[in-house]
């Protein structure tokens, strides 16, 4: 079992960077792939970014390559999402997603376990 705690979002302006955390409980933290996802109003939710079991692996929603870095620390059973130049539409509540499993996936359908979001509002 792991339980997932998002945190560091927050209002920002446009060009903006924030850094959201996900802490993980659970003695297994580091077999398990992880990832971003992203609801905004009115739409279903997205996938952002995913991180590999040992963190050696990244893989990136193309709206968001380059802007955003993804990074897993198992020592601190934390995952962690960097945003920069951030837009307007990337406003959203920012979900962690964990896996019971070494690759990553994109399909919010293979990850069981789920952290509660946390809000990111990005203003023009």
């Known amino acids: 079992q792991v339980q997932l705690v998002e945190s560091g979002g927050g209002l920002v302006q446009a060009g903006g960077s924030l850094r959201l955390a996900c802490a993980a409980s659970?003695?297994?933290?580091?077999?398990?792939?992880m990832a971003w996802f992203r609801q905004a109003p009115g739409k279903e939710r997205a996938f952002v970014a995913a991180?590999?079991?040992?963190?050696?692996?990244?893989y990136y929603a193309d709206s968001v390559k380059g802007r955003f870095t993804i990074s897993k620390n198992n020592v601190k059973n934390t995952m962690y999402l960097q945003m920069n130049s951030l837009k307007p539409e990337d406003t959203a509540v920012y979900y962690c997603?964990?896996?019971?499993?070494?690759?990553?996936?994109?399909?919010?359908?293979?990850?069981?376990?789920w952290g509660q979001g946390t809000q990111v509002t990005v203003s023009s």
């Open positions: 659970g003695r297994t933290f580091s077999s398990y792939a």
């Open positions: 991180i590999s079991w040992s963190g050696g692996r990244t």
């Open positions: 997603a964990a896996r019971s499993d070494l690759a990553y996936s994109r399909s919010s359908d293979d990850y069981g376990y």
